[in-house]
């Protein structure tokens, strides 16, 4: 049970963090070797890191659903009373999962499927010669599981429904006031010692 919440908790956040250590580190290592004039360049690292970079944008889409991080203009949505503000969001949530579900349908049996096409035909990378159908997959997987997390917010959000909840600029007074009572203690305590 511990493993599934923590995949619940941490999984495109994991995933993240290990595709751009990856870019990070080819990067990089690209970079010395080209100094170097008697080693050969990296003939994938490009490449590698171009398919990491495009894994890692499908994979955010649910990180930022779960996370609530997505970019939203809250100042209109702010002047709402609570209840307003409140089926806001379960719209949102709402909009989100069809969308999501749009896409991920598209995406494997829609007119284009795109990720349906690519799997039946035998087409490598160039540099790698890797299979485009792993690149491809990064879409289904994204949006399947943005639907999922959407799912997740939506029901947070019902059954939070009734639950105070402060807006935009009153979490934000909050949180600068937690700042500066963070400082004023780390402060008198340099003092004492």
Known sequence: M????????????????????????????????????????????????????????????????RRGSMLRVTVAIDLLPEKGRKVINLLVDIINIAVMCVLLYHCLVGSKAVFIKNIRKIELSPAMLWPMWTIYLSLPVGF???????????????????????TALEQTVADAAEEVATAQNAEAEKKEA
Request: glycine letters at 2%; one cysteine or more.
């Open 2 to 65: 511990k493993v599934i919440k923590w995949l619940d908790d941490h999984l495109e956040e994991f995933l993240l963090i290990v595709a751009l250590v990856l870019i990070t580190l080819v990067s990089f290592v690209q970079v010395i070797i080209r100094k170097v004039p008697w080693i050969p360049s990296l003939q994938w690292a490009e490449e590698f890191c171009r398919f990491m970079w495009i894994w890692s944008v499908f994979l955010s889409l649910p990180y930022t659903i």
């Open 144 to 166: 399947f599981l943005g639907v999922v997390r959407g799912v997740q917010i939506l029901v947070e959000h019902i059954k939070n429904f009734n639950v105070h909840q402060l």
